[in-house]
DNA sequence: CACAATTGCTCAATCGATTGAACGCTCAAT
DNA sequence: ATTGAGCGTTCAATCGATTGAGCAATTGTG
């Protein structure tokens, strides 16, 4: 049984084809009740869907969105901003149609083909980590630029607000009594702007009160349990009187590193050391023991924001700058207040890093 | 700047509008090789590409593809499920258009009618956990079912082989010279599939080799890290001679609780506990110390399987039975011998699990 | 009562491609 | 000279909807 077209909505609403199409779309301030009542019945009786193909080539709205993105896979945060997109799509009636180009940049010119040649109404570039991207060519104007900045500018983007999120983190340390701060941080040849403004925002917390800020305090290592492993060995290795009392991790996978690391040596946390990590990954944050403390990345936030951009029905900052969106910090317990054997004097004002 | 037209291209090349579509499509048989040079200059100087709605209109072919499924944020498997379809979306010259119902019956619906709508070439419907699903409303014919089995049958579909994976976990385990071993089960109301399969496995192995199965080393806990460190709790709670020398977890996230209970106890991993896994988290068993032995589920070639069979270029078994995908050994560092402190003499023949 | 305005609906063009049938031309065979 | 075949191309219908213009019947106005 082939699907019911409008024509066959007509024949048994004994009305025009243009009827239904009036009708089916509300634009009704011209029909009369009966009428529309003997088409809508009839449109049930013969379970009539519209044909989206044919609307879309006379209407030139797909009701349709791209979203091509380097990598779905390797990834867990992927999830949340698609489905932060496909969310809010979904609310305003559109469709997601998603594209994996696996970095690959044939690929990715082939896929902004496609979706281009689908009649996309908008479209999404999505990288699945902050950083600066180079703009795919032939890109329509007005994508959106999700979780990555186009290296040219031009055009709308949405990021998170790292920097924000790096000084919030040590805020809370600081709040808790801490002065010995640790950044752990990730080590890679060209740092992306997430490591780059988490240490900014280190930097900015501690400046805040006056702590200046020790060298030794700031370790990169890999970004792995690994890596936080390696960075814990080394700054718990430093003189009683330079070793942290806390560290903020650059994830929350080097963060679990910390903990075994601390384990391994009896120190308890958050008793002897703070932990904060950062990505609010659910699969390590949470399963910690104790559950670690973090800054949530966030990507559903951000994935509303850029399809509502794409669609049209948020318009995006005028300054051509990326759109921050704040990190919320996620409270659990791996920050407690410094041990007693390095005891930060309460009302002693600022101090230095020593 | 509006898009070209297969009619701008007639007219730069000074031919029909069908001699464009017959060049451009390749079907050339009859068209003289200097035409289809013109026709061919005349697309590249206009910047042509085709239109797939009009296109998809007249052909009744999209090439599109719907995927709709229960939840796309809250597990990291649905990366790899969708990457594994989307590759071979694209192999196929293929779009997917992604639909996350959050498990709403009644968005489900809605997505179903939109794709439908959309003309989709093809359809899956993907859960993001092994279990029996209810086969949605107004569902096509044909529709692939992804990690999931329809309630009715009728409709190929796709799922990992639990039982083999656990059968190939416990021999595992035999094979290092264990004979009692604990099965770390999840605790459900109605466990899904998964894990009675795996539970099939882990008996049929230990009958394989005449072991008894201890009712004592059959436990559930909740499904995280917290329940493997309860589960642990209980199993090395056993006097010495009815304790596990390895426990085979329903998941990593288990597993990691497993090692943590251990590690309390001051037990060594895997030198005095082999800790098998599944699902092979790359967050947890790749991270944890030492790395994880687990079972890895096939989800990128269970998606490939169901793209491929929706886009009718493999057959799906006749017999309405569901596709197996096996799941491969991950060979790591947490199975050993177990402790001399409980040996298994050599060559002493099948014995039962006390 | 004549005419205009309103109401309720339909006509037909249109979106941009695809495709089976047909057309005009050339050339070879009868 | 006529016919027929082969070749290269075009004609025109078609896919299934939307929509501005238009038409006939009804109602309102002077």
Redesign the pocket.
């Known amino acids: 049984m082939p699907?019911a077209?409008?024509?066959d909505v007509a024949q048994v609403a004994?009305?025009?084809?243009?009827?239904v199409?009036?009708v089916?779309?509300g634009r009704t301030e011209?029909?009369?009740p009966?009428?529309q009542e003997r088409v809508r019945e009839a449109a049930a009786t013969v379970g009539y869907t519209?044909?989206f193909v044919?609307?879309g080539?006379?209407?030139?709205r797909t009701r349709t969105l791209g979203l091509v993105s380097d990598q779905i896979a390797t990834t867990p945060f992927a999830g949340r901003m698609l489905a932060g997109a496909q969310d809010a799509a979904r609310e305003h009636g559109h469709l997601l149609i998603l594209v994996d180009t696996g970095g690959d940049p044939g690929v990715e010119a082939d896929a902004v083909r496609a979706l281009a040649g689908q009649q996309v109404d908008g479209m999404i570039y999505a990288a699945m980590w902050h950083r600066v991207v180079d703009v795919p060519a032939g890109l329509p104007a007005g994508t959106v630029f999700l979780d990555c900045r186009p290296a040219t500018g031009g055009y709308p983007s949405v990021v998170p607000d790292d920097r924000a999120g790096g000084r919030d983190a040590v805020r809370l340390l600081i709040e808790a009594g801490h002065r010995r701060i640790a950044y752990a941080d990730i080590d890679e040849d060209q740092p992306p702007i997430a490591s780059e403004e988490r240490h900014e925002g280190y930097l900015e917390a501690l400046a805040e009160v006056g702590i200046t800020p020790d060298p030794a305090l700031h370790v990169r290592y890999e970004s792995s349990a690994a890596g936080g492993r390696a960075a814990a060995g080394e700054l718990l290795d430093l003189p009683a009187d330079r070793r942290p009392t806390a560290v903020f991790c650059f994830n929350d996978r080097m963060a679990a590193g910390i903990y075994v690391a601390a384990h391994r040596r009896g120190l308890d946390v958050p008793g002897d050391l703070s932990v904060v990590g950062y990505d609010d990954q659910q699969l390590v944050a949470g399963e910690l023991d104790p559950p670690l403390t973090t800054i949530a990345l966030p990507h559903a936030q951000m994935g509303r924001w850029a399809t509502e951009v794409a669609l049209g029905v948020r318009t995006p900052p005028e300054d051509d700058q990326p759109h921050l969106v704040p990190c919320p910090v996620v409270h659990r317990d791996s920050v407690g207040p410094p041990p007693a054997a390095a005891p930060t004097p309460a009302g002693d004002g600022p101090r230095t890093n020593p």
Chains 1, 2 share one sequence.
């Not at 004994?14 to 009827?19: E, F, L, Y």
């Not at 080539?57 to 030139?60: A, P, V």
């Open positions: 699907r077209r409008i024509s004994r009305v025009s084809t243009s009827t199409s009036l089916l779309n011209r029909i009369s009966a009428t519209p044909n044919a609307r080539l006379r209407t030139q």
